[in-house]
């Protein structure tokens, strides 16, 4: 199994509501990560997990919530989100920080 | 991200000819760069990769070339056909008291023209 999966596909959301992103991957990778995609404009990266631990919170507001809960999953947790927090949120893990990441689809995030 | 690409948002090239996209990096000790792939709907896809203690390196159809001096990278795609068209993005390894992170470029889109 060589992909990171994604769930959902697409989600709208107003601003009062708490939603979940969930990743998965079975390579065996000891880094996740969770980047923010605006239109037309290159991933950001938000957090990077590494052997489960939090190492980098790229100073992303307290209104998105990580969380790693084994070494092959990974959560975003939102909530009291603003419209312009609506992008395409990207997953991705990689044997080791500092190596090529493998990128799920995405989860395309609406907020009203 | 201190990494900041060259400004070519779109180039379009006919089917069959070389593709040329190119990148700029600011950092000096950046020692890992890749180049990905994105086409509409997906994310991001490793196409290759070349550390700093070389200046060029070949896959399938696709050559990356690293020039430290002029801190340039550039992808070359032989030969492009319709199923290259996507936004290409340059990713540099970047080094800091939290250890390794990626820092992409803008991104270029690349049009294959029938």
């Known amino acids: 199994d060589t992909e990171v999966t994604q769930t959902p596909k697409h989600l709208v959301m107003g601003m009062t509501n708490k939603k979940s992103l969930k990743c998965e991957q079975h390579m065996g990778h000891r880094a996740m990560y969770w980047y923010k995609q605006k239109a037309k404009k290159p991933p950001e990266l938000m957090f990077v997990?590494?052997?489960?631990?939090?190492?980098i919170n790229e100073s992303v507001p307290s209104r998105f919530s990580p969380e790693c809960p084994n070494s092959s999953l990974l959560n975003l947790h939102l909530h009291a989100l603003q419209p312009e927090d609506s992008a395409l949120y990207l997953c991705?893990?990689?044997?080791?920080?500092?190596?090529?990441?493998?990128f799920g689809p995405g989860t395309r995030l609406t907020v009203l | 991200g201190e990494s900041v690409g060259l400004h070519l948002p779109t180039l379009s090239v006919q089917e069959g000819d070389n593709s040329i996209i190119n990148c700029a990096y600011s950092?000096?000790?950046?020692?890992?760069f890749i180049w990905y792939k994105q086409e509409s709907g997906k994310g991001p896809q490793f196409i290759i990769d070349i550390r700093s203690n070389m200046d060029k390196r070949q896959g399938q159809r696709v050559t990356v070339l690293l020039n430290k001096t002029v801190k340039h990278l550039s992808l070359q795609i032989a030969a492009t056909q319709p199923g290259d068209s996507a936004v290409y993005f340059c990713a540099e390894n970047m080094r800091d008291n939290y250890g390794q992170n990626f820092v992409f470029g803008p991104g270029t889109r690349l049009s294959v023209l029938p």
């Open positions: 991705a893990s990689s044997q080791d920080r500092g190596r090529e990441s493998f």
């Open positions: 997990y590494s052997y489960e631990k939090l190492s």
């Open positions: 950092n000096s000790a950046s020692d890992y």
